[in-house]
């Protein structure tokens, strides 16, 4: 079965974002084996230069970092990355698993995104949008689509 590990900056506060992801999560048990993690967000204040915004996201990396596991295909969320659909995600994950690759983390950066080390780290870089969504919601849009795409791969009802 199928590994998947969400890796997120920050903790979820929020009640609605926690019961959202806990659902999709609920949802995932039957498709694969969900690893949610969370690595604690740096505190700043509005105006920080860039060399500020990039040592942050670095600092947020480097903890990051940790918990990949050696051999995970890396998928960093990036909004330059590649924009697909969701049967184009289903069928990244599908060519994935019959190559051999039972294990998938996803990156999700927190307040000012990921840092470059981890952009290069990464095995792709998907995008979802050109629009800027608050990291708490896109982790649920993430989990969305990785149920979505499940759904895809065995022709199950949901999709459309």
């Keep these: 079965m199928l590994k998947i590990t969400v890796l ?5 506060k929020e009640k609605h974002w926690r019961e959202a992801v806990g ?4 949802r995932l048990r039957s498709y ?7 690595t604690p967000g740096e505190g700043f204040a509005e105006g920080l230069s ?7 996201k670095v600092r947020e990396w480097q903890r990051m970092a940790r918990q990949v596991r050696g051999g995970s295909y890396v998928i960093a969320l990036d909004v330059q990355g590649e924009q697909v659909s969701s049967e ?3 069928a990244r994950m599908e060519k994935l698993a019959l190559d051999g690759q039972s294990d998938i ?12 080390e981890a952009l290069q780290r ?11 969504f608050p990291h708490q919601l896109m982790r649920v849009i993430l989990l969305e689509q990785i149920y979505r795409a499940f759904r895809i791969l065995r022709n199950e009802p949901y999709h459309k």
């Design 50 to 56: 860039i060399t500020e915004e990039d040592n942050i």
């Design 122 to 132: 990464a095995d792709w870089r998907l995008s979802f949008s050109q629009m800027t």
């Design 23 to 26: 659902e999709y999560a609920k």
């Design 105 to 116: 983390t996803f990156l999700i950066g927190g307040t000012l995104g990921l840092p470059g």
């Design 8 to 12: 997120a900056v920050g903790k979820l």
């Design 88 to 90: 184009g995600l289903a």
């Design 32 to 38: 694969c084996r969900l690893e949610l993690k969370e």
